[in-house]
């Protein structure tokens, strides 16, 4: 998975040791020359970068200290522990003079290797959520196939200057000698690697981007479940006690779920209970004393209860299987019309002619009633819990116009005709008024002017002079914002909401989205997110082509949605600045607002669209980078451009092999050399 | 707003350029003042100037520097402060950096000391006020005001730039002027069109508006080039502000109705250009030269785009839907860079969108001879020919003699200099990938090293190198930023020491650092 060749080496170092590190560092230092040295020896790193982090601003725990970050952007399918050892062992001397202060004492007095490997190795974690714009090529492949496009193009003015009407086949024929056996260019035989993921059709992407989304979920479900049943043992109890037996016994008449869900539901209610309480505390105290009390308690009073009254045992796993059963239900809906709105708008217009509206119709019949039918069950029986058996058959008894038909199918025709009606309201939306949601859509995402004033773009001169470094090569930025306190619904935590956000795009851009596009900014080399310093801060860096006024930009034109859904559950609270030249103290003076994100609307629009806010709040995040490494300077395109000559290449070999002709591959042999 | 916003004043071709740095605020802020009061610095109300009930002999427009602005006494209200990227100035290394100017320490003039520490001798080089002169006639002063002199005015000229006004050319049937600039190539002739604004100069406005289906890729929102006003993404944009402008009865902002100005003073060398032009000669007549390839158009302005049909309107065409690969325009070429027009984005309606984020309005115009002006010209700009009175074909053989034109003033408008000016020259013009390539260079643009040029073709096309006669045509000699205030705006910077209310603040107010600097006059009509 992409998440993988994003690593990031996070420690606190003490507040002088950041100086230090800076002055190691400082342009023309001769560690700098000596880490590109190594860097570039060992050959697996495409992009590195260290930086200084100011400290999480930890009033009452005193780990206010700025954080060293290593941040590397590594081959594909290496893993953690493989890259950091190539780390330690190729910059040893140099990484132990930044590192060892931030290392857990006893630290040896000089460098070691396995020390530092080790540490490393404890202190790296992969993305949360990552983007790689080349995906699956290692740094060894990206400059063998710019030097073969070199040669090739080279080649091709060579003949070219011989004689100047060569076809584009006899062209391409002679820069095919390039990849003769035995040259340096013959690993071009082989087609470029790509993973399963990318050869794989369309179809079966979106079934593994199923699957792996709707397992967790399902996994998720149970829990929530689980959680359920575990309250309801609890409401069933005091009722007992209130109610005396009989009343609430009663609730079971006519459901008969299995102890095994039961069972499972107390032991995923504690697990769950694990997960909230870690996300929330951090303390790992604090959630194995809540986790061990009630663990104990659901394991020991619940079975002598279940000894003591089997009756209300019995009531109980009821109650549970309910829970389970109506959660069941609703989410079984709320994913049917996911799924169809998904379907929807992933399905192009030509696709969708009415005789594709008569087969949606049928597809979607069955899922439907069967849902409807399976929500009324749950509400008939529900009622019979509340009110008797009886007067439930008198209800459905006493609907003598649909007489034939039971209740339930009443109720799951309204549905039917419902979301059929949606269907064709969408579907006719996108044939004959493709562009009418889409305008909607658009007036709800254009920022009101509302305000008279907007907001100055300030610039920290660290963040100038970054950028002036780097100019003519890929672009780098780091972003360390706060998560906010409150999240979704004001009950959810930000970190939680973040941690499943990420989770799933990361799963959709492995499988589905395999082009390596995200949304429409092309220029993205690697970029990913994670949440540091235990789920208080968010951390995106990114490695892009252009200014980051222009990245910015294209983050507003191309993905502010996605942007939305991820940065407005964060916000910029005062900070001391990691040392003195670097930017802290946010929201700065004179920037209003500076320190909140852009209002959004229905939680994915505007935000972002606010320009000048949204500019403001990513300059005011952002931390400069003391050091950078790039293994090539080349573009998305390039290398793209490379791999399409060597696979172009490969294909005229195996087509003159055969005796045929290869249009398709001279083209793109002739497109490739051309610029 | 000053007129220039809307309009270049080329009905009135001589032109020339003060660069003036403010040695003494008082007396500058009164030659200032003068100068308003004359007149001379049009509302955008009074356009078309040769429409106007009384013809305009005389026309001028005012820009400040950041350093200018608080030579002569404003203060930055830090709740609504100047953008960091126009107060830190052009040439401040990191900007240069990114822009790709290498050479800022031999340029003639710049917009601020450049760095950071001090110790450094280029102050006599800072420009504070950008003052453009037009008039009918060369030579020409607005009545009760003379050029300013260091002396009296507190404004010493670090620069005088004059234009060559034979590179200009009217049309006498559409009455609309065009510019060639020395390589002989027509120019400006993309200008966005400001939604809401007459078009006073601007395509459209003669023909009574075009009606080509691409009419609309160029009108764009008046905020991306007026501050205060809705711009393209539906914000106001945003308006710096100074202490004690705002008033009761004007709730405005400082920057309302101004805007930035990009001013560079680029060198071009003709003769090197004619050598690549006589090297590498069209391969059949009708064909477009290679210079004509680079630049993106031929000489007389039409567009090289030309399918699916030739069209008469020079702006009726676009990139990624007639000529995505390059065929017709290379990828390359000058114009492809300098507007993209549907090429980003990942379809044409987004990629129109995208560019019209990025437009510039230019207000270019010729530069002559240093110093001399038009004086030493020997070329028809010396004032003894009418503009329309040029031949059809005028600069065809120019370059050893003739008229005088060295090179291109340039002068761009916007509202925002990071997302529109420096995005334009940094990441389109500058940058050597720019749609899709891999190594090119922009023919405006010098780059000190080898230079290539790849144009696209069956089989798979050409590339120009040196060898072919390419090398670096231009030299960027000056330049700067400056913010050209609304009239408003004008007036309080010219009435700062004539206002009763926020003079008494001590501290580095208006003269209050010169000790020996005569007391605020109370009025700047009496000329010295």
């Known amino acids: ?675 | 707003m000053q007129a220039f916003i809307s309009s270049g004043f080329a009905s009135l071709p001589a032109c020339r350029y003060l660069l003036l740095q403010v040695t003494d605020a008082a007396r500058a802020r009164a030659w200032i003042g003068r100068l308003l009061d004359s007149g001379v610095v049009p509302n955008v109300g009074i356009l078309p100037l040769k429409r106007a009930a009384t013809p305009v002999q005389c026309a001028a427009m005012v820009a400040f520097t950041f350093g200018g602005l608080m030579a002569l006494g404003l203060q930055e209200d830090p709740a609504q402060p100047f953008p960091s990227g126009f107060s830190g100035g052009m040439v401040n290394p990191r900007r240069s950096r990114l822009l790709g100017d290498d050479n800022v320490d031999q340029w003639n003039w710049v917009d601020a000391a450049q760095h950071d520490g001090p110790g450094e001798g280029r102050a006599g080089k800072v420009a504070h006020v950008l003052v453009g002169i037009f008039s009918a006639e060369p030579g020409v002063w607005p009545a009760s005001v003379q050029a300013p002199t260091a002396h009296g005015d507190g404004l010493e000229i670090v620069r005088e730039v004059e234009t060559c006004r034979a590179y200009l050319r009217l049309n006498e049937a559409s009455g609309e002027t065009s510019l060639t600039e020395p390589f002989g190539f027509r120019d400006g002739i993309s200008q966005p069109v400001i939604k809401g604004l007459r078009a006073a100069d601007s395509r459209g406005a003669g023909a009574g508006g075009s009606s080509a289906s691409t009419a609309d890729d160029d009108l764009v929102e008046p905020g991306e080039f007026i501050l205060g006003y809705i711009n393209e993404y539906g914000e106001p944009a945003y308006c710096p502000d100074v202490k004690g402008f705002a008033q009761a009865d004007n709730p405005h902002p400082f920057g309302m109705n101004g805007t930035y100005l990009v001013a560079r003073q680029i060198y071009q060398d003709v003769e090197a250009f004619r050598r690549f032009e006589t090297l590498s000669r069209a391969a059949s007549p009708g064909r477009p030269s290679a210079a004509e390839k680079m630049m993106g158009r031929y000489k007389c302005g039409r567009p090289l785009v030309e399918s699916p049909f030739p069209t008469e309107d020079l702006n009726d065409f676009r990139f990624r839907q007639f000529d995505l690969e390059g065929f017709q325009c290379p990828r390359g070429a000058h114009v492809r860079r300098a507007n993209p027009r549907d090429l980003l984005g990942s379809d044409t309606p987004s990629g129109i969108a995208a560019s019209k984020l990025h437009r510039l309005l230019r207000r270019g115009r010729v530069y002559g001879r240093d110093g001399a002006g038009a004086a030493s010209c020997s070329g028809p700009c010396s004032g003894k020919t009418a503009p329309g009175e040029t031949p059809d074909e005028p600069h065809a053989g120019r370059g050893s003699a003739g008229a005088c034109g060295q090179g291109l003033f340039f002068v761009a408008l916007n509202a925002d200099l990071e997302r529109q000016f420096e995005i334009v020259q940094s990441r389109w013009l500058a940058n050597r990938r720019f749609n899709d390539l891999e190594g090119d260079d922009d023919v405006s643009v010098p780059t000190g090293q080898a230079r290539h040029f790849s144009i696209q073709g069956l089989p798979t096309g050409r590339s120009l190198g040196p060898e072919a006669g390419l090398q670096d045509f231009t030299t960027v000699i000056g330049g700067g930023y400056f913010f050209l205030p609304g009239l408003r705006a004008l007036r309080f910077i010219a009435a700062g020491a004539r206002r009763p209310a926020p003079e008494p603040a001590p501290g580095p107010g208006p003269g209050a650092g010169d000790p020996g600097a005569p007391a605020p006059r109370a009025s700047g009509t009496t000329p010295p």
């Not at chain 1, 190594?38 to 697996?44: N, P, Q, S, T, W």
Request: charged content about 15%.
């Open chain 1, 1 to 675: 998975m992409a998440n993988g060749q994003m690593l990031c080496i996070l420690a606190p170092i003490p507040q002088d040791h950041a100086q230090a590190v800076r002055q190691a560092l400082a342009l023309g230092a001769p560690l700098r020359g000596a880490l590109d040295q190594a860097l570039h020896a060992a050959g697996i790193f495409h992009f590195a970068c260290i930086a200084v982090l100011p400290g999480p601003g930890l009033k009452e725990g005193g780990q206010d200290d700025p954080r060293l970050m290593i941040e590397l952007a590594v081959d594909p399918h290496l893993g953690v522990a493989e890259a950091t050892q190539a780390l330690a062992r190729c910059a040893l001397p140099e990484l132990w003079q930044l590192a060892a202060p931030a290392m857990p004492a006893p630290v040896p007095p000089t460098p070691h290797l396995e020390t530092l490997a080790q540490w490393l190795a404890s202190r790296a974690t992969i993305a949360a959520c990552g983007f790689v714009g080349t995906p699956e090529r290692t740094v060894r492949q990206i400059h063998a196939e710019a030097a073969l496009l070199a040669d090739a193009r080279q080649r091709a003015r060579q003949t070219l200057a011989q004689d100047h009407l060569r076809t584009s086949a006899e062209l391409a024929a002679s820069v095919c000698t390039l990849v003769d056996q035995g040259s340096i260019h013959d690993f071009a035989r082989q087609p470029a690697a790509r993973n399963f993921w990318q050869r794989a059709p369309l179809c079966i992407r979106l079934l593994g981007a199923a699957i792996k989304l709707v397992l967790p979920a399902v996994l998720i479900a149970v829990v929530l479940l689980g959680l359920l049943a575990f309250f309801g043992l609890g409401a069933v109890v005091a009722g007992s006690v209130v109610l005396g037996f009989e009343p609430v016994v009663r609730v079971a008449l006519g459901v008969q779920p299995g102890a095994a869900l039961w069972a499972m539901g107390v032991v995923f209610a504690g697990a769950m209970v694990l997960w909230i309480s870690t996300a929330l505390y951090r303390q790992a105290l604090l959630s194995a004393t809540v986790v061990a009390i009630l663990l104990t308690g659901a394991g020991v009073l619940a079975p002598s209860l279940l000894l003591a009254f089997p009756a209300a045992g019995q009531a109980l796993l009821a109650l549970a299987g309910w829970g389970a059963a109506a959660a069941f239900g609703v989410a079984l809906l709320a994913a049917l019309l996911a799924a169809t709105l998904a379907l929807a708008v992933a399905l192009a217009p030509p696709f969708l002619g009415w005789r594709g509206l008569a087969i949606w119709a049928v597809v979607l019949f069955v899922p439907y009633v069967a849902a409807s039918h399976f929500v009324l069950q749950l509400a008939l029986d529900a009622g019979a819990a509340g009110f008797g058996l009886e007067p439930l058959q008198t209800l459905r008894g006493a609907l003598p116009v649909w007489g034939w038909l039971p209740a339930a199918d009443l109720v799951g025709t309204i549905l039917l005709a419902l979301s059929l009606m949606g269907v064709v309201v969408v579907m006719s939306g996108f044939r004959f008024g493709r562009t009418l949601p889409e305008q909607l859509l658009r007036r709800l995402d254009r920022p009101r002017a509302a305000r008279p004033l907007g907001t100055a773009l300030r610039t920290h001169v660290s963040i100038e002079a970054n950028e002036a470094e780097l100019r003519g090569q890929t672009n780098h930025m780091i972003s360390v914002t706060d998560l906010r306190r409150i999240g979704p619904f004001g009950i959810v935590p930000a970190a939680l909401t973040l941690r499943v956000m990420l989770w799933g795009i990361s799963i959709l851009s492995t499988t589905v989205f395999t082009k390596g596009l995200l949304g429409r900014a092309a220029g993205i080399h690697f970029g990913h997110w994670r949440l540091i310093d235990g789920g208080r801060r968010l951390l995106f860096s990114s490695n892009f082509e252009g200014s980051l006024g222009g990245y910015l930009d294209e983050f507003i034109a191309g993905a502010s949605q996605g942007v939305n859904l991820i940065w407005r559950w964060t916000e910029l609270r005062p900070r001391q600045a990691a040392m003195p030249d670097q930017p802290g103290q946010m929201p700065q003076p004179g920037v209003a607002q500076a320190g909140q994100w852009p209002p959004t609307r229905l939680g994915f629009l505007l935000g972002c669209r606010y320009e000048q806010r949204f500019k403001a709040y990513a300059r005011a995040s952002q931390v400069p980078h003391l050091y950078r490494f790039a293994a090539y300077a080349r573009s998305n395109h390039d290398i793209v451009r490379a791999t399409r000559l060597r696979n172009a290449l490969r294909a005229k070999l195996l087509a003159e092999r055969a005796g045929a002709r290869a249009l398709v591959a001279d083209d793109q042999i002739m497109r490739a050399l051309e610029s």
